[in-house]
């Protein structure tokens, strides 16, 4: 078993120095050449980033540049913490100073973002990196020291207060994933992974960190290929893709624009729906267009990785929810009921999970760790870690897990995960701000935000961009004379929930 | 108001930010993404009265606001 997941790139380099890890557009690296890369870039972080700590990632999202500077980060003994160089400057700033890194690793772009925050945390520049001296020695006393426990990645959430949250994870959780996941999908050496997922968001780790341990590629699909699902099947078919893992909002938005013909896709093998539920309908037109292939849903978070996973049957009933396939083999799950204890067998309770890959926390974050970790729930004595995943589920009679829905206000809108109570935060900062709440209409995906008092729509608005990512906005705005209010003087969101319909 | 200047003045409510009039690569350069893309198309559909299909749209229709008017024009038929 591996140590470390530099082992794996290592062990895919000595075999097949010349094959092409990943490519993009403009570049492109074979193993040979990402490791030496990598080796140069972490001898130069090395000088300014002690050991074992944060290493913020500003580079162009659709750049193979990241998997560079990821793995070189490796090599430097630090762990990485990539970050979306187009969020709005004041929520950059946010997560840097939550963070507080030893270094921030950038490229041009990047670098002019980062500029413009005022920080001091030391600055360096890709192009230096990862054209420094490989300094052998230097990553050899590294690697000596290094532990299989040592943080690898600090990958950023919502989270309801307003702070996002850093999931940490170690080399020990990534090379347990890593192994269970090429596994249970029966990955090959000869895949052409097509990454969508962009590199801050933790379903692009599939995209990342399989591929090398297999010697597989990765294409990295251009800026805003979503947006345009007419050359994103171009792009599918010219570069043969093989696997895609992306949200059922992204496969759906596909084919909602009608582009995807029976059989259109013959080389495509596994297509991977992460996150969420996806409707039988648009799977089943996915599905047609793409015979060779077999259908996996999976279910996780930042912090869980992946629990469950399963193919999809073609035969599915249309009408029944899908469920997200079966635990794996080394994760364990509790459902607890309302009242803490287990609920019975097929029951829905709250799941907690325990698994070698769960993130060990949140970074720089004891409170909100000790709130989502718990050791021993069921008060047994056994001592066992497990994460509250906050979502309600139950097995199966046939082992299937079923996901049911949220303990609390966290959504997913277009795909993305987030929190309601983060926009209400970042409401409850703007100037002038009264009374109002967030509100999520799941069936169209729409977020409303009903307001009383000065500001208008358009200061609403402009405010909340300032601060807030753009998936997170709200996309209705209903402003009221009143509040209606509870009993308690509480704004009362059941009759506001009437007012979506 | 001619088609133009409706046209800037609804991509202006899109992103106060970009340069509309003047860049000429939207698309290529990064300066939208698949998010403004899709409040960009709302946008449109709206401001000219048209119904614009996703799968009919290419990168190159929205590189600048020339051929954004074009398809615009392509829709009413003009």
């Known amino acids: 078993m591996k140590a470390s997941m530099l082992e794996f790139l290592e062990e895919t380099t000595r075999r097949l120095p010349d094959k092409v890890s990943f490519y993009d557009d403009r570049e492109s690296l074979t193993y040979a ?20 700590t944060p290493v913020a990632l500003l580079l162009e999202s659709r750049s193979i540049r990241n998997v560079s500077a990821m793995y070189g980060t490796l090599y430097a003994g630090c762990a990485y913490a990539p970050m979306d160089i187009a969020m709005p400057a004041e929520r950059l700033k946010l997560l840097l100073d939550l963070l507080q890194p030893s270094a921030v690793l950038a490229d041009e772009k990047g670098a002019k973002a ?44 919502s989270g309801s207060t307003g702070i996002p949250k850093g999931s940490i994870q170690t080399h020990f959780s990534y090379v347990n994933w890593t192994d269970a996941t090429n596994e249970v999908y029966g990955f090959t050496e000869d895949m052409v992974f097509g990454n969508q997922s962009p590199f801050f968001y933790a379903n692009s780790v599939l995209d990342v960190i399989s591929p090398v341990s297999l010697g597989a590629t990765v294409y990295l699909l251009p800026a805003g290929v979503l947006g345009f699902p007419k050359k994103m099947l171009a792009c599918l078919k010219e570069q043969h893709v093989t696997c895609l893992c992306m949200t059922p909002s992204s496969f759906i938005s596909i084919v909602n624009a009608g ?80 009242d803490g204890n287990e609920a019975k067998p097929g029951e829905p309770g709250e799941m907690l999970l325990s698994s070698p890959w769960i993130a060990w926390g949140y970074h720089r974050d004891p409170e909100r760790t000790m709130a989502s970790w718990v050791v021993d729930p069921l008060e047994r004595g056994w001592q066992e870690r497990f994460f509250r995943s906050g979502d309600v589920g139950y097995l199966q009679e046939d082992g299937q897990l079923m996901v049911l829905g949220r303990r609390d206000n966290q959504i997913k809108h277009m795909g993305y995960r987030m929190e309601l109570g983060e926009v209400e935060a970042a409401l409850r900062g703007l100037e002038g701000w009264e009374e109002g709440c967030v509100l999520f209409d799941r069936e169209n995906d729409k977020i409303w ?53 | 108001m001619t088609d133009m200047e409706k046209l800037l003045a609804a991509l202006a409510e899109v992103r106060d930010d970009v340069d509309f009039a003047d860049e000429g690569a939207l698309v290529d350069d990064g300066l ?47």
């Not at chain 1, 490791?35 to 130069?44: N, V, Y």
């Not at chain 1, 600055?123 to 690898?152: F, G, H």
């Open chain 1, 33 to 52: 050449q990402l490791t030496e890369k990598a080796q140069r870039i972490g001898s130069c972080l090395a000088a300014t980033a002690p050991l074992r």
């Open chain 1, 114 to 157: 980062y500029a413009a925050l005022g920080m001091d945390v030391p600055l360096v520049q890709y192009a230096n990196a990862e054209s420094a001296e490989n300094d052998t020695e230097k990553l050899a006393a590294i690697r000596r020291q290094a532990s299989v426990y040592d943080p690898m990645s600090v990958l950023y959430t």
């Open chain 1, 259 to 338: 582009v995807l013909e029976p059989g259109c896709l013959p080389e495509m093998k596994w297509g991977i729906m992460s996150g969420e539920s996806m409707p039988w309908p648009p799977l089943k037109v996915w599905m047609d267009a793409t015979p060779n292939a077999d259908w996996w849903h999976y279910y996780g978070s930042t912090e869980m990785f992946s629990v469950a996973v399963g193919k999809v049957s073609h035969e599915h009933d249309a009408g029944s929810r899908l469920p997200v396939g079966r635990p794996f083999r080394l994760a364990h799950i509790l459902f607890l009921d309302e």
């Open chain 1, 449 to 501: 935000c009903f307001w009383s008092g000065a500001p208008d729509e358009k200061q609403l608005r402009a405010g909340l961009k300032e601060s807030l990512v753009r998936y997170m906005l709200p996309d209705r705005y209903v402003h009221l004379d009143e509040m209606p209010h509870t009993p308690s003087m509480k704004v009362d969101r059941n009759t506001l929930k009437q007012m979506m319909k």
């Open chain 2, 32 to 78: 939208i993404d698949s998010f403004d893309l899709t409040q960009i198309i709302a946008a449109l559909d709206e401001a000219f009265d048209i119904h614009i299909i996703t799968g009919d749209i290419e990168p190159e229709n929205f590189n600048n606001v020339q051929s954004m008017l074009e398809l615009v024009h392509r829709y009413q038929g003009k």
